[in-house]
């Protein structure tokens, strides 16, 4: 059975789970005492099993050309955006860029465009990635298992896919045009990637799109399922809070930050061996507050733009309007919303903005101050090598 068989059952009103009933309670509304004792019991449970370590990533965007239309996004296909496919060759700089500031975990992020990111690209970049980034995880758009398989082999090791909204009604409202509109293949998708062998499983939710205890409560029974379905996986999952994007996308549920901690805090007591994403979204107080409750994996110094760290692919920056590519005049005025801090003639549009700025070295400075530890790299190809005599 698939968790689409068991979404379907909890919308019908079916009962919960012990687990899934306790998670409902401690994301219901609270005291400020509630919360404060629910943190300190979060933090002895990160403590308990992840120690004082923090683990940091950054994402490289390969792309940012999309045939799905989602209102959301800055990426959607209809918005006269400033687009970039970067080369294996342009990934291969930004990746080195990357190392050189200390990071050895790399996600890499694309739209959803079958030309731009085709066949053979993605399993091009992560070999050419391999030898010098261990830990390599995807995010892009869902495939067939067959199709995830090689890329595996080429050194993908994690698969990152959120399902948005469990929500079908909202999900259809904001996905109308593109492969993303079929709800169910995406939501299988975890399951195919676990069955093509990615070690690390990310899934999440976009918290503005419907009322995040809906999402919550349904993140929560996806991770349920996905422990006792691909129990030879680890997961982790994130819940992305919506941020300023081209499009001018206005979410209309909103998500305090004491209901984000809230959250985040019983995912961790609750799902004790989860790891708990905290991106470039929130704000610098926030994050930093977050870091020695339950939070385990976090990027920092992060572009969402393809080229954003050195510059690579600003030559084939171009428009692309319903569809179509349009070469870019640099003497025709832009739409005010590619009007970014950035120069927009040579710039391509990120997917969304960045909350927290500070550098990597910032950041990992922060957390030793807290007394936690910044790990880089806490895999190695050769931990699974043979033996030699």
């Known amino acids: 059975m698939s968790f689409v068989a068991q979404l379907n059952a909890l919308d019908a009103g079916g009962p919960l789970s012990p687990l899934l009933a306790r998670f409902s309670r401690l994301i219901a509304p609270v005291s400020p005492s509630g919360l404060e004792s629910l943190a300190e019991e979060a933090v002895k449970t990160t403590r308990r099993h992840f120690g004082r370590t923090m683990r940091l990533f950054a994402p490289i965007y390969l792309s940012n050309e999309c045939v799905n239309n989602c209102s959301y996004c800055g990426f959607s296909r209809d918005n006269p955006i400033l687009r970039t496919t970067l080369t294996v060759e342009q990934v291969v700089r930004e990746a080195r860029h990357l190392e050189r500031l200390g990071f050895r975990n790399i996600l890499l992020v694309a739209g959803e465009h079958p030309r731009f990111v085709s066949e053979g690209y993605l399993e091009a970049c992560l070999t050419a990635l391999r030898d010098f980034v261990p830990t390599l995880a995807?995010?892009?758009?869902p495939m067939e298992t067959n199709e995830y398989a090689p890329l595996v082999i080429a050194g993908g090791e994690g698969l990152v896919v959120y399902q948005e909204t469990y929500d079908r009604e909202a999900y259809a409202l904001y996905h109308t045009a593109?492969?993303?509109?079929?709800?169910?293949?995406?939501?299988?998708?975890?399951?195919?990637?676990?069955?093509?062998?990615?070690?690390?499983?990310?899934i999440g939710a976009l918290m503005g799109l419907t009322d995040w205890r809906y999402d919550a409560l349904r993140l929560a029974a996806h991770l349920e399922f996905l422990y006792r379905s691909c129990w030879k996986a680890t997961f982790t999952i994130s819940l992305p809070r919506l941020r300023p994007a081209a499009g001018g996308f206005e979410p209309k549920y909103a998500m305090s930050d004491a209901e984000f901690v809230q959250t985040l805090c019983a995912f961790r007591v609750c799902f004790p061996q989860v790891g708990i994403v905290l991106s470039t979204r929130e704000s610098e107080s926030l994050r930093n507050a977050l870091f020695p409750l339950c939070v385990t994996s976090i990027s920092a110094g992060s572009h969402t733009e393809p080229g954003g760290y050195t510059g690579e692919g600003a030559e084939d920056v171009h428009l692309t309007v319903k569809g179509r590519r349009v070469e870019l005049d640099k003497g025709s005025p832009l739409p005010c919303s590619m009007t970014r801090s950035r120069p927009v003639e040579t710039t391509a549009t990120g997917q969304f903005d960045i909350a927290d700025e500070r550098s990597p070295a910032a950041v990992a400075a922060y957390l030793r101050t807290l007394e936690l530890d910044p790990v880089w790299k806490d895999w190695d190809a050769s931990i699974l090598a043979p033996l030699t005599a």
């Open 138 to 141: 995807i995010e892009v758009g």
């Open 178 to 202: 593109g492969p993303k509109k079929h709800f169910d293949w995406r939501l299988e998708c975890p399951e195919r990637g676990y069955i093509a062998g990615f070690r690390r499983i990310g």
